[in-house]
């Protein structure tokens, strides 16, 4: 759909922030956590191990995504999906959304239902039980969303990027470069003759291709796996938001190792799956002799620390990824 398209609904500018929050409100997913949802100055959310995780993600127009790819409900799945992500990389249990939306106010109010379907399915499918607490509504030039996910750790400890150890496997859990490929193709072939992101030939392209174009749209994270991998003894996680070789070298330097990947393990090791972003899977290491939890290959293991953070078949890995400002062409249509 066109985001301006008047026949699906009035414009935001012709409501009034209520009648559009009542439009909204019945489509939100409940948090099975809240003791009390949206309505009042403030939310309200049982925390019962007496901590809760808590990130925050934002996603603008033009660096992060195009109005002509995305549909207004794969904006919600994603801006969910990829809170989703940093909560599970903690070993935390999702519980809570609180989003934060600032809209061209020309556009139609059926964009704000339809990202909060999308909301609603990634959280239904991703993360039952986790819901939207709160939020805020207001106007700008550029679409704007601003997601706080809260996540439960149900008394486990926290899983840091800082405890993987020498002799530890290094697994993943969820697609390598999917989502790369899929950016890659919209900006080859999602695009009119001019080079403007197209949206009918977005849409032809996505149907040809559901596991790239697909998963760079509304990528499908392993969220379960961040509280499993915690029961299997996890030592140190974090989500691949920005691609494997630039979030291994992360992972690396706050353990003070080196990650020791090995190209058989990985698939085609080209540079989708070792330095494209936004798969949000999960980095995991696990100590030696644990069984990896089911979802989760071997790519490689934990080595001492040397003069490189990652290396690929023992050759120094070159920390590089997924980079808003290195690919953001600052003129976005
Ligand atoms: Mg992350």
Redesign the pocket.
């Known amino acids: 759909m066109v985001f301006s398209d008047r026949s699906t609904g009035p414009s935001l500018s012709e409501l009034t922030e209520g009648r559009v929050l009542e439009r909204i409100f019945p489509r939100l997913p409940l948090a099975s956590a809240a003791l009390l949802g949206p309505g009042d100055d403030c939310a309200m959310l049982r925390a019962p191990d007496g901590r809760y995780v808590v990130t925050t993600d934002m996603m603008v127009h033009g660096p992060d995504f195009r109005e002509a790819w995305s549909t207004p409900f794969d904006l919600g799945w994603k801006a969910a999906a990829t809170n989703l992500?940093?909560v599970a990389?903690m070993g935390a249990r999702p519980t809570g959304l609180v989003i934060a939306l600032a809209v061209p106010d020309h556009y139609s109010v059926s964009v704000l239902e339809n990202f909060a379907d999308g909301v609603r399915a990634a959280c239904a499918e991703l993360a039952p039980g986790c819901g939207v607490v709160g939020g805020d509504l207001s106007t700008s030039r550029t679409f704007t969303i601003a997601v706080t996910a809260f996540g439960d750790l149900e008394g486990r400890s926290a899983v840091l990027r800082s405890g993987a150890r020498v002799g530890d496997i290094v697994a993943v859990s969820g697609t390598l470069g999917a989502a790369a490929r899929g950016l890659s193709l919209l900006f080859a072939e999602g695009v009119n003759e001019t080079g403007e992101p197209d949206a009918e030939r977005a849409g032809q392209l996505r149907e040809r291709h559901p596991d790239t174009v697909g998963i760079q749209l509304a990528p499908r994270p392993p969220i379960g796996d961040g509280a499993i991998a915690a029961h299997a003894g996890v030592t140190a996680m974090?989500?691949l938001?920005d691609g494997l070789a630039l979030d291994a070298s992360r992972l690396a330097r706050a353990s003070g190792v080196t990650l020791s990947l090995e190209s058989a393990k990985l698939g085609p090791a080209d540079e989708a799956v070792l330095h494209g972003g936004e798969d949000h899977g999960l980095l995991a290491c696990f100590p030696a002799d644990a069984d990896l939890p089911t979802r989760f290959r071997r790519i490689g293991v934990v080595s001492a620390p040397s003069d490189s953070d990652v290396t690929l078949d023992g050759a120094p890995l070159d920390a590089r990824g997924w980079d808003p400002y290195a690919n953001w062409d600052g003129n976005a249509g």
Do not use: E, F, G, P
């Open positions: 992500s940093d990389a974090m989500d938001s």
